[in-house]
Each structure stands twice: as structure tokens, then as C-alpha cells.
């Protein structure tokens, strides 16, 4: 299988299965309800990791979680610890409704203190870090490499936190000292404090898997500075740290046609109520990784399409017994052990869908989490009858009532859809 590695800004190959292939994907910083951005990153791992063990891999998915961050500090003063444990919660219940299961391993920042303090230590024995009333930064001018990754050279990097203790102003805080109004804190060498969101990630990624493994992920907007800064870290011991880099590429939203919708708010929690989780997953399957994806109404309108289109194909009655149909398997690794090429995926499933290739389709759909659109779905005796209400709502011109009652349909997790001939609608499950 080959990869493109943004470090090497070439296509890697994988070596050859059997064997073990380890990824570290970087999650979310817990402040707030997920962003459908951050389902990206969460969705591409999993995908990758079962793809992977299909094909006979190895396959291990780390995906962490920022749960001590500036961003917690500020959005809820005095009670950051709180919140971090309510928005990790918020964000693995709606990674779960997703239903691509879950990585093998979800650590925290806040249970990973120990191993980061002694990564330090080990940074400012070998002269890579000092400290400075408290503080501790990373020498950037100690790495001849640094900028590799993201492609700055070292001597135009802009300084990230300015700061007159520093050596030099593009040297990044791998500790923090404790300030006022900051509610968690450890001890270290240095005093109290807490320690920088780079650092965090490198020494989770090594705890899990050594100093070395396969693929790290996460989004573009991660390569510079904290990729780049994790990669110097490592890269400090003598660590090879990842040997494929993998960053997809950003939703980008399109105002106006977003908001009817979702009135503006994207995250992921209202995207599921509001689209359903099969929605969700076209919707990226359609979009090649490494591509941004117009995030609109329009966009998500041509997903849910989709969805229904295969939904219909299932649903009606399939002649003969496909016992025995071969799965076109080769037909799909062409496309994804090519840099994972979902959107070819996706057309290949619209062929075997026109060839009636039932079996491989069926295949196909199951591997992204989309299975559940081949077998149909019975909508409750209770939505039915709500729908017949609805539909003689609407010949009486009721459309107040008519309203609440969709209302009261999309809230049990269906959609109801005006069709000619009898009865006169259909129900859709959304979630």
C-alpha cells in the first residue's frame, strides 16, 4: 500500500503484509462540543485501520485527547478540569454515533504528566531544553532539520509566543509554570506547572508505540507548529518518530448555504441530529483526503442522495440467492493501497451498483460503516401513523400541524418524504 508522506512529499509504501502497522492521530483539545472538523481525522483513522487489517495488517489506532490546553484555561477560568472532563465525555459519545467503533487506545494529556516530565528531562540533559524561572523551552536552533516537515526554513520561522525569557524567539514552552486563575498543576523539576501541547503529543505517540511507528495523523492546519515542533522533540533523542505523515485537508464552509441548516453551528453533535451519521460518512468518503471539502447545504444534500440511492438499490426485492457472488475486492484495493483513494471507492461502488454486484456492494459499504443502508429499515408503528397524520394534515392544508408533526418524526431520528402513489411518503432513518 502506498501512502503520500507530507514529509517526504512522496508516495511511501507500506511493507508488505503481514506486520504491524502503528498510528498515532492526534484528537481534539476538549473545550467544547466537537467541531465537524475534528471528525475528519477520527473518521480517516478508522477507515485506514480497518482497511489495513482487511488487508491483512497489523493494524493499531492511537488517537489522543488535549485535555490540559490554554484554549481549556480560557473557556472555563477556575474550573478547567471540569469542563475537560464533560467535554471528553461529549466528544466520545458522538464519536461513538458515528458506529466506526473506536481506536484502540484514547490517552489524555492529564494521565501522560509522568512520561512527559521525564521526556523533558531528557530534552534539557542533552542541552536541547532549559528553563527559565519555571518555564521550559525547546532550543530550535539546536535542530539542523527543523522546518522539514512543514517546508519553513529555521531562519524565517516567526516567533510563536513572544516572550523576552527566551533564548531565542522561535523556541517553543515544552513546561509551562503555574499563573493565577490556572486550576490544575503539576509537580516537576521546575515547580509547578503544567506542560506545553507539543511535548504532549510526543510523549503519548512514544508511550504507545516506541520511538518509532508507522503513520501519524491529523489535520493540515496541525503540520506547523505542532507537528513540526513534536517531530523536533523526538527527533532531539535520536527518536525517528513517525516514518509517514498523513494530513487531510480542512472543511471549508460556505456561510450562507451552511446556515440554513445547521443555523451556524458545525459541530459534529448537531450535524448528526441534523443529518444523520450515514450523511456524515458520504460526505467524506467523497472527498479524497488529502483535499479540502466544501462543507454546505449543498454538499451534504448531495451525500444524503447518495445514501438514498443505495438505500434503494437494497431495498428493492434483488432476484436469485447471492450465496456464492465473488467479492470485487481486487477491484477496491486498486483504488485504496493508491494513497487510500476514497472518492474512486465511492465511484467504484456506483458501478457495482450499476453491474448489480450485489455481493461486493454489500462489501463494499460495510468496510466505511455504511452497512446500515443495505439492510432496510422498518420505521415504528408510532412514525407511521404520525406520517399518515401528517400527510392528511397537509390535504387539509394544516401545515402548522403538519409541521409538528415532522418535528416529532425528525426527533425519533427519521425523516418523513412526500412521494407520489401510496401512501403518499416515505420514512428515512437518520442517525
Not at 157 to 184: C, I, M
Not at 259 to 278: A, F, H, I, P, Y
Not at 370 to 387: D, F, I, R
Amino acid at each position: 500500500m502506498r501512502l503520500y508522506n507530507t514529509l517526504t512529499r512522496r508516495l511511501d509504501e507500506l511493507p508488505e503484509a503481514p506486520g504491524p502497522v502503528r498510528m498515532y492521530f492526534c484528537g481534539p483539545t476538549v473545550y467544547q462540543r466537537a467541531h465537524i472538523g475534528n471528525a475528519r481525522p477520527f473518521v480517516l483513522g478508522m477507515w485506514l485501520r480497518a482497511w489495513l487489517r482487511h488487508r491483512g495488517y497489523e493494524a493499531t489506532l492511537v488517537h489522543n485527547i488535549t485535555d490540559v490546553n490554554d484554549r481549556i484555561y480560557e473557556a472555563a477560568p477556575g474550573a478547567s478540569a471540569e469542563l475537560a472532563v464533560q467535554a471528553t465525555g461529549w466528544y466520545l459519545q458522538d464519536a461513538a454515533d458515528l458506529r466506526l467503533g473506536m481506536p484502540d487506545a484514547l490517552p489524555k494529556a492529564t494521565e501522560s504528566v509522568p512520561e512527559i516530565i521525564r521526556f523533558i528531562e531528557a530534552l534539557v540533559v542533552g542541552g536541547h531544553a532549559y528553563a527559565v524561572e519555571g518555564d521550559v523551552y525547546f532550543r530550535v536552533a539546536r535542530d539542523s532539520e527543523y522546518g522539514t516537515l512543514s517546508g519553513q526554513r529555521p531562519d524565517q520561522v516567526e516567533e510563536q509566543e513572544p516572550n523576552p525569557r527566551k533564548e531565542d524567539p522561535r523556541d517553543f514552552a515544552l513546561w509551562k509554570a503555574s499563573k493565577p486563575g490556572e486550576d490544575t498543576s503539576w509537580a516537576s523539576p521546575w515547580g509547578r506547572g503544567r506542560p506545553g501541547w507539543h511535548i504532549e503529543c510526543s510523549a503519548m505517540a512514544e508511550q504507545a508505540f516506541g520511538p518509532v511507528f508507522e503513520i501519524h495523523g491529523g489535520g493540515l492546519d496541525l503540520v506547523f507548529p505542532h507537528h513540526e515542533n513534536e517531530l523536533a522533540q523526538s527527533r532531539a533523542l535520536g527518536h525517528e518518530f513517525a516514518r509517514v505523515w498523513m494530513h487531510n485537508g480542512m472543511l471549508e464552509f460556505g456561510g450562507e448555504k451552511m446556515s440554513k441548516s445547521l443555523g451556524n453551528d458545525v459541530s459534529l453533535r448537531n450535524v448528526l441530529d441534523t443529518w444523520g451519521r450515514e450523511v456524515v460518512l458520504l460526505f467524506f468518503l467523497g472527498g479524497h483526503w488529502r483535499k479540502p471539502i466544501d462543507f454546505t447545504d449543498e454538499t451534504l444534500a448531495q451525500a444524503r442522495s447518495q445514501v438514498e440511492t443505495f438505500r434503494n438499490f437494497f431495498r428493492d426485492e434483488r432476484p436469485g440467492d447471492e450465496d456464492g457472488e465473488q467479492v470485487l475486492e481486487s477491484e477496491l484495493a486498486e483504488v485504496l493501497d493508491d494513497d487510500f483513494n476514497t472518492p474512486e471507492a465511492l465511484a467504484l461502488f456506483h458501478a457495482w451498483r450499476d453491474r448489480e454486484e450485489w455481493a461486493s456492494l454489500r462489501f463494499g459499504l460495510g468496510l466505511f460503516g455504511l452497512g446500515s443502508v443495505v439492510e432496510p429499515v422498518e420505521a415504528p408503528a408510532e412514525l407511521v401513523s404520525l406520517a399518515e397524520r401528517r400527510r392528511d394534515a397537509r390535504a387539509a392544508k394544516d401545515f402548522a400541524a403538519a409541521d409538528r408533526l415532522r418535528g416529532e418524526i425528525r426527533a425519533a431520528g427519521w425523516e418523513v418524504r412526500d412521494v407520489a402513489g401510496s401512501p403518499g411518503f416515505t420514512l428515512v432513518p437518520q442517525r
